[in-house]
């Protein structure tokens, strides 16, 4: 089956600097890239995605990107701001039965 | 749109007794997951339904833990008897069956403790 990695496990950045995150992926069948943020007591949401027919996306700050060749995708948030500070996870997904296959999370804490 | 709704945010319950938690999907969606997330393990996938069908519960712990979809609206998981290792946050997540992938729609998850 599918096995995702994601690096680093936690991460700390000054406001304002650039935060990126990393997975990587191990079934070439998959084929789309969802990105979700945790905050304290909540649920995970999803901020961004990817197919992959597309290299690159972009939704504001946020940022991601995705190589087939090379098996992996990552997340960047610039202009980072103290409400990013959350858990984020990535997966990965193939066609049948929408099943995803998340990675272990990444703690970004955004110093003020 | 109201999202995935859970019921109850929070549980707290003897070690022994039985457990029901609650899901409500989005509207018209098609799958419903329950998800587990624990500090040591991370978000485990339990089952997931397919148009109210149970399609793969590989991942749901022991007989104890049972789900059911009686219909498209309502999805539960019971925990019997529960034991403290069963502590965790659960979540329920729907999406719809389109090609290419979807997004999955989280709840906000209950919180369950068993002493």
């Known amino acids: 089956g599918e096995n995702v990695e994601q690096h680093p496990s936690t991460l700390s950045v000054q406001e304002g600097d650039s935060a990126v995150i990393k997975c990587t992926y191990s079934?070439?069948?998959?084929?789309?890239f969802p990105w979700y943020k945790q905050e304290l007591g909540k649920g995970p949401q999803l901020i961004i995605d990817i197919r992959s027919n597309v290299g690159e996306k972009k939704d504001q700050r946020i940022a991601v990107t995705l190589n087939k060749t090379a098996k992996h995708f990552s997340l960047h948030i610039t202009e980072t701001q103290p409400e990013d500070s959350a858990v984020y996870f990535c997966a990965a997904s193939m066609n049948t039965g929408n099943q995803f296959y998340f990675g272990t999370g990444t703690s970004l804490t955004v110093i003020p | 749109d109201a999202g995935v709704i859970q019921s109850p945010r929070h549980e707290v319950t003897e070690m022994g007794q039985e457990v029901t938690l609650r899901c409500k999907p989005i509207s018209g969606h098609d799958y419903l997951f329950w998800y587990r997330q624990t500090m040591m393990r991370g978000l485990e996938l339990l089952i997931y339904f397919n148009n109210n069908v149970p399609i793969d519960d590989s991942g749901m712990p022991e007989d104890r833990f049972s789900a059911k979809m009686p219909n498209a609206s309502f999805s539960t998981l019971k925990i019997q008897p529960s034991e403290p290792r069963d502590s965790a946050v659960y979540f329920c997540?729907?999406?719809?069956?389109?090609?290419?992938?979807?997004?999955?729609?989280f709840g906000d998850g209950t919180r369950l403790s068993i002493l």
């Open positions: 079934d070439s069948a998959s084929n789309y």
């Open positions: 997540a729907s999406s719809l069956a389109l090609t290419g992938g979807t997004p999955q729609h």
